[in-house]
C-alpha cells in the first residue's frame, strides 16, 4: 500500500482544533490528505493533554508539509455548516471524506434534573449538526465518480459514544444524542450504500481529552471509569484516529453501518 493512500483525497473534519478531531486532522494528512479544519475556534482547547497544543491543527498540518485551512463552525448553526463545506469544495474542488468529531457533553446529572435548555442544545450539536453534515457530504459525493482503486465515491465516519451502547449514569441527553449518531449511520448507510458511499461510526470509551480532563482529575469519578475499562488503561486520542483511518483506508470499502466500539472492553460486560 502508497505509504499515502488518501493522496488528493480532500476531508473536512468537525470539532478539529481538540482531542480526537485534531489526532484525525493530523492523521488524515499524514496520509496525504487534504483538509478543511472546522471548530468553534481555530484554538485548541487548553486543558487537552497534546504535546504541541499551542500550535493550532491546520498550522501545524501546513507546519508538516501538509495541506489544510481553518473555518470556524458552530455544528448548531446549519448556515454556518453549509458555508464550510461549500468552502471545501470551492477550495479544494471536491469532497472525499467527512468526520464528524464534534459534540456536546454537560457535566452529570441526573434524568430529572435535566432541564429543555439542555436537550435543546444536545439534539442541535450531537443530532442536528450531525445529520446536517452527515447530507451535505453525501450530497457532495453523489456529483462525483466512484474511485475505483479506493472503493468509494464518498466516506463518512462519525463519532459517537460508548454511552451510546450501555447505560450510564446521569447523562441521559447525552447517551440518547449519541444514541441517534449510532442509529443515523445505520440507517444513512442502507440509503446509500448502492451509491458507494461509506458511512461508519466509531464509540469511543474513556478518552485522554480537554473535554473530559475534569472527570479524569476527578478521583471519584475516575474510579468508576478505570474499574468499568478492562483494558488496564484509559484511550488517547491516538487510539481513535488509528481505527478512524482503518475506515477510511482502501481495505474497508465494504464496510458499512458498522458502529465500531474502541472502549478498551466497557461496553463488554462487567469487568471481574
Not at 491543527?57 to 448548531?76: C, E, M, N, P
Not at 461549500?86 to 467527512?98: P, Y
Not at 436537550?119 to 459525493?141: D, H, S
Request: some cysteine.
Amino acid at each position: 500500500m502508497s505509504s499515502n493512500p488518501l493522496e488528493a483525497k480532500v476531508a473536512l473534519v468537525t470539532g478539529s482544533s481538540s482531542g480526537m478531531g485534531r489526532a484525525i486532522a493530523l492523521a488524515l494528512a499524514d496520509k496525504g490528505a487534504k483538509l478543511m479544519c472546522c471548530d468553534m475556534t481555530a484554538e485548541a482547547n487548553p486543558a487537552g493533554y497534546e504535546e504541541d497544543v499551542k500550535i493550532n491543527t491546520h498550522d501545524l498540518i501546513v507546519k508538516r508539509g501538509g495541506v489544510a485551512i481553518f473555518q470556524a463552525v458552530d455544528i448548531s448553526d446549519l448556515e454556518q455548516l453549509e458555508a464550510a463545506f461549500a468552502r471545501a469544495v470551492s477550495e479544494f474542488g471536491r469532497l472525499d471524506i467527512n468526520v464528524n468529531c464534534a459534540g456536546y457533553w454537560a457535566p452529570f446529572r441526573s434524568f430529572v434534573n435535566e432541564d429543555d435548555a439542555l436537550w435543546a442544545k444536545m439534539v442541535a450539536i450531537n443530532t442536528l449538526g450531525t445529520a446536517k453534515a452527515m447530507r451535505l457530504a453525501i450530497a457532495q459525493f453523489l456529483k462525483q465518480d466512484i474511485d475505483v482503486n479506493w472503493g468509494s465515491r464518498g466516506r463518512i465516519v462519525n463519532i459517537s459514544s460508548c454511552a451510546a451502547n450501555i447505560a450510564f449514569p446521569g447523562e441521559v441527553a447525552y447517551s440518547a444524542t449519541k444514541a441517534s449518531i449510532n442509529h443515523m449511520t445505520r440507517a444513512g448507510a442502507i440509503d446509500h450504500a448502492g451509491d458507494s458511499v461509506n458511512i461508519n461510526c466509531i464509540a469511543p470509551g474513556v478518552v485522554a481529552t480537554g473535554m473530559a480532563r475534569r472527570n479524569i482529575e476527578n478521583k471519584d469519578i475516575f474510579a468508576v471509569m478505570e474499574n468499568a475499562t478492562p483494558w488496564p488503561r484509559i484511550g488517547t486520542a491516538g487510539d481513535i484516529a488509528g481505527v478512524c483511518m482503518f475506515l477510511l483506508f482502501p481495505q474497508s470499502q465494504w464496510m458499512t453501518g458498522q458502529i465500531l466500539a474502541v472502549d478498551g472492553g466497557m461496553t463488554l460486560g462487567i469487568p471481574s
